[in-house]
Structures are given as C-alpha cells and as structure tokens.
C-alpha cells in the first residue's frame, strides 16, 4: 500500500497558547516518523543515533552532528539503524520570525534556496559540533525560562544557529543548481511546495503551474495524484478547506471574509467545497 503524506499541526503538537510567540524547542527520542509536513519551518539537530532522513524524496545519513532545516511543507521522513535510536533537538518556529532576525540579505537568500538548489542539511564536526550543541541548549534553556528578554535572546541564538547551518552547509555540501535535476528528486517536489505557498493566490490554475514549470496539465495532475493521493485540483481545496477550518475556529472573520482569505471567488463555491470535503457546511463547524 502506498503511503502518502501526513500533515501535523505544530501548533497543536507544542500546546502553543493562541498570541504565544510561535517558537517550540524540545530533545525528542525515536526511531521513525512516517511521512508527514507541517505549516511551521524546523530546524532540527541529531545528538545521537544513526539512521537515514528523506526530504522531499531525498535521502541523507542521519547521524550526530546532522543539521537539518525544513521549510514550511517539505515532505520528510526518518528512519533509525535497526537498533539505535535518535535523539535530536527539535526546533519548530513560525517561518515569520525569520524575518525578525536581522541576518545579512544574502543568508536569507541561502536560507530560501533550501531543498531545491541547496541541500536541506549539513554536517557538523569537532569544533563547530560543539558550538552548535551549546547554542541549542541555550535555545532549549531560553525557551523553558521565563526571564526578562527571553523571546530576543531566542531570536538571537535561532539566528546563530541558522548561519551557522548556512556556513557549514556552504564548506562541505554541493550546490545542487550546478548538478542538474536529481533523479531522486522530482519536479513534483517543488511544485508541492509551490501550491502550498500559493494556494490562496486567486489566479492559481493547472495550466499557469505547467506553464510556469514548463510541463504538460496532465503530468502535473498525475503526479499530483502518485505523491499527494489527490489530484490537482482536489489538492488544492483541500489546502484551502484545512486553513479554512484554523480561521473559523480562531478567527472573528466573517465567512464570506474567510472564503477569500483561503484563495475561493466566491462564498458559494466556498460552501460547496466545504461541505464535501468536512462533511457539514462552514456554519455548522463552527458553531459546533
């Protein structure tokens, strides 16, 4: 049986409070996770164990000293060696933060380009293995504290800990615009990335996707369907109905104001769709 993507709410995951500044840290333990994404941008850090992470269909040694960031819906998954376990720190955080951190233009360009022209992960060894584990107990220490200037120092050691994946990654991994496509990594995994960064976009259609990534609709509907389990078009309501479904129940907008928040023309098409997928009309979930 194929598996397909899951998604996880990393707000419901880290109990965020609603109007809690949107940063999680934790040490998890475990031996896999299925395949899944979620709304928030992780940067994780492997203290032990040894096994094989996949992004967006491309596989890597997981191992101590491994610094992985994942934007907002890249696909992954990790597998531990039989018998070992990972234990790794696990950094969620709004992707807006990013842009409160004051690094230099060309870190965020870098920082953008990750899973597709640049990797998704980097190594670290001796003495910058051991500067990256003292910023990430920092940042772990921070965020269990509750003193004075807690959310800047976090801010501060979140933007530590990124330039450094940024440097590592450019000393000792390729850059992969120069290699051509990866057969091991699909066109289909940018353009996931692309709808899930898009989707409320109005004008969003199959054939401004295939023009815009020089493919045929059709390929890109069934492909949709062999990665997704959905096709195109039902891919899309979907993401739509899901972040439909977070503003009706923490939001005051009206639902004619949230169907076009959510990328729909109109409130009828939005009660349709709504109603197909949850099963109740968008009155009836909230209410309920």
Same mark, same amino acid.
């Given at each position: 049986?194929?598996?397909?993507?899951?998604?996880?709410?990393?707000?419901?995951?880290?109990?965020?409070?609603?109007?809690?500044?949107?940063?999680?840290?934790?040490?998890?333990?475990?031996?896999?996770?299925?395949?899944?994404?979620?709304?928030?941008?992780?940067?994780?850090?492997?203290?032990?164990? *040894?096994?094989?992470?996949?992004?967006?269909?491309?596989?890597?040694?997981?191992?101590?000293?491994?610094?992985?960031?994942?934007?907002?819906?890249?696909?992954?998954?990790?597998?531990?060696?039989?018998?070992?376990?990972?234990?790794?720190?696990?950094?969620?955080?709004?992707? @807006?933060?990013?842009?409160?951190? =004051?690094?230099?233009?060309?870190?965020? *360009?870098?920082?953008?380009?990750? @899973?597709?022209?640049?990797?998704?992960?980097?190594?670290?060894?001796?003495?910058?293995?051991?500067?990256?584990?003292?910023?990430?107990?920092?940042?772990? =220490?921070?965020?269990?504290?509750?003193?004075?200037?807690?959310?800047?120092?976090?801010?501060?050691?979140?933007?530590?800990?990124?330039?450094?994946?940024?440097?590592?990654?450019?000393?000792?991994?390729?850059?992969?615009?120069?290699?051509?496509?990866?057969?091991?990594?699909?066109?289909?995994?940018?353009?996931?990335?692309?709808?899930?960064?898009?989707?409320?976009?109005?004008?969003?259609?199959?054939?401004?996707?295939?023009?815009?990534?020089?493919?045929?609709? =059709?390929?890109?509907?069934?492909?949709?369907?062999?990665?997704?389990?959905?096709?195109?078009?039902?891919?899309? *309501?979907?993401?739509?109905?899901?972040?439909?479904? =977070?503003?009706?129940?923490?939001?005051?907008?009206?639902?004619?104001?949230?169907?076009?928040?959510? @990328?729909?023309?109109?409130?009828?098409?939005?009660?349709?769709?709504?109603?197909?997928?949850?099963?109740?009309?968008?009155?009836?979930?909230?209410?309920?």
């Amino acid at each position: 049986m194929k598996t397909y993507p899951v998604y996880h709410d990393a707000v419901a995951y880290s109990k965020m409070a609603k109007g809690q500044f949107p940063f999680y840290i934790s040490i998890n333990q475990f031996e896999n996770t299925s395949l899944h994404y979620h709304d928030f941008a992780e940067f994780s850090f492997v203290i032990d164990g *040894h096994g094989t992470e996949t992004i967006n269909g491309v596989p890597h040694a997981f191992r101590p000293g491994t610094a992985t960031l994942l934007l907002p819906h890249h696909y992954h998954e990790i597998h531990s060696n039989p018998g070992s376990s990972i234990y790794k720190y696990c950094c969620m955080f709004s992707i @807006g933060i990013l842009s409160d951190l =004051s690094l230099d233009s060309s870190v965020y *360009h870098l920082l953008w380009k990750t @899973g597709s022209s640049h990797p998704s992960f980097a190594y670290f060894e001796q003495e910058s293995l051991r500067r990256m584990l003292v910023i990430m107990a920092d940042l772990n =220490s921070e965020y269990d504290d509750d003193q004075i200037g807690r959310i800047g120092l976090i801010r501060m050691k979140l933007a530590e800990a990124l330039l450094m994946f940024v440097r590592s990654r450019q000393q000792t991994q390729p850059d992969l615009s120069r290699q051509g496509r990866s057969e091991t990594a699909p066109v289909i995994w940018e353009i996931i990335s692309y709808l899930h960064l898009n989707y409320m976009d109005h004008h969003l259609t199959l054939n401004g996707i295939a023009e815009k990534f020089n493919l045929s609709p =059709s390929y890109i509907s069934h492909a949709t369907k062999k990665y997704t389990g959905q096709y195109f078009h039902d891919y899309i *309501h979907a993401l739509k109905i899901r972040s439909a479904t =977070s503003l009706l129940l923490s939001s005051e907008l009206t639902i004619t104001e949230i169907a076009a928040e959510v @990328g729909f023309n109109s409130s009828r098409t939005f009660y349709r769709v709504f109603k197909k997928i949850k099963g109740v009309t968008p009155d009836k979930y909230r209410s309920t």
